[in-house]
Structures are given as structure tokens and as C-alpha cells.
């Protein structure tokens, strides 16, 4: 459904994903992604979606035996904007909408398929949803199991969790700058990457007029 969005949107969105497969596969976990399709063995198609449901549903990522009992954990990955939900008043609220939305599409049919859902949600300007935080948790549960059975993982739980949400945030804002910087004039980019061919006035000059002889 994300595809709907702007370029810039569905990378911010698959730049999370990217994080949470590969947190779960630091802790030697085994994840999939639903943007990550693989090849046949001819090379000419992309095979069908590991995150597909029976509805033809797909959600973004799947951790393979992160739940409790070890059950398949799948996460939908979406952001919300505040501003777009101004009849709720708060940015709390905006978050709580748009994860009801995500249960109802998805909850149901993976219990009944054995698997654990959270919407993993996010502010457009930061922020987790409650859903959120309970990803989080599960993995910084995964991380502390990890760190008690193998005495090579020098890192806590804590430290973990720390490191990887640095992780996700400059993943956000490397994907919305970028953002950032696509939606700009061909002319202010020229000038912000310090490009020849600006006029004196500040009008844009083609490099071919630039390089017109005199």
C-alpha cells in the first residue's frame, strides 16, 4: 500500500525495515523483508513475497521465531504525520489511529495463521508508537538471552537497544534529507552543490551556454 507514496516516502520506510532485519540478525536471528524479492533461478522474475499472507496481504518484515514461544513475529511498518491528523488533536492519538487501521488489515488473519502482529509505527518528526515500543522490548529481550549464553557479546541490553536506535534514527534522516534534496530546483542544487553555470543575477545558465564561444 506504500507504493502509493512519494519516492522519498517508501525509502524512508524500507530504511526501517532494513534496521529492524538487521538488529533481529545481529542476535542471530532470521528475518525476511517483503522489498528484499528474490530471483528465480532464470534471473527474469521475482519470486512471490515470504511476507505474503493467505489474503494476498503483505506485511514488511517477518522475524522468524522472535515471539515469546517462539513464534513468527510480523511487523507493518508505517509513519504517521501529525499534522494529517488534526481532527485528533494529539500526535498520541494520530499514532493510535493509524495502528487500529493496521490491526484490522492484519491482526486477525496472522493469529490465525500462528503469528504474533505489531504495527510498528512512527512519527513523520519522531517518536514510537506503543506498538513500537513493543518491538523494541522484544528485541532488547532477545539481545539480554544472547548476552547471557555467549560471554563474546560485550554488549548489554541496554547498550544494545542504545546503539541500534542511533542506528534507526540516522537511517531516517539519511532518507530524509535525501528526500529533502530531491524535492529542490535544479537551480538551487546547483548552487548548493557549488556547480558552475549560475548567472550574475541568479538566474540559471545551461552549461552549453556557458561553454558557447564568445
Request: hydrophobic fraction near 40%; glycine fraction near 8%.
Amino acid at each position: 500500500m506504500y507504493r502509493r507514496l512519494g519516492v522519498a516516502t517508501w525509502r524512508r520506510h524500507d530504511a526501517v525495515v532494513d534496521v529492524l532485519v538487521a538488529m533481529y540478525e545481529a542476535l542471530g536471528g532470521t528475518a525476511v523483508a517483503d522489498h528484499n524479492k528474490a530471483l528465480n533461478t532464470a534471473k527474469t522474475a521475482t519470486i512471490g513475497s515470504a511476507c505474503a499472507l493467505a489474503s494476498g496481504n503483505r506485511v514488511d518484515v517477518i522475524l522468524y521465531g522472535a515471539g515469546p514461544s517462539k513464534e513468527d513475529v510480523a511487523i507493518d511498518v508505517s509513519f504517521v504525520c501529525a499534522e494529517a491528523y488534526s481532527h485528533k488533536k494529539t500526535f498520541k492519538a494520530a499514532i493510535e489511529q493509524r495502528e487500529q487501521d493496521k490491526n484490522e488489515i492484519y491482526k486477525e488473519e496472522c493469529e490465525k495463521a500462528g503469528v504474533i502482529f505489531h504495527p510498528f509505527v512512527l512519527g513523520a518528526h519522531g517518536g514510537f508508537g506503543k506498538e513500537a515500543v513493543a518491538v523494541w522490548g522484544l528485541l532488547k529481550q532477545h539481545a539480554a538471552k544472547v548476552q547471557r549464553r555467549d560471554w563474546r557479546h560485550s554488549w548489554t541490553a541496554m547498550s544494545f537497544s542504545s546503539c541500534w536506535l542511533q542506528k534507526l534514527s540516522i537511517a531516517v534522516a539519511n532518507q530524509t534529507a535525501i528526500g529533502a534534496l530531491r524535492r529542490t530546483t535544479v537551480c538551487t542544487r546547483q548552487r548548493v552543490l557549488g556547480g558552475v553555470g549560475e548567472s550574475g543575477d541568479g538566474d540559471y545558465e545551461s552549461v552549453v551556454l556557458e561553454r558557447a564561444v564568445m
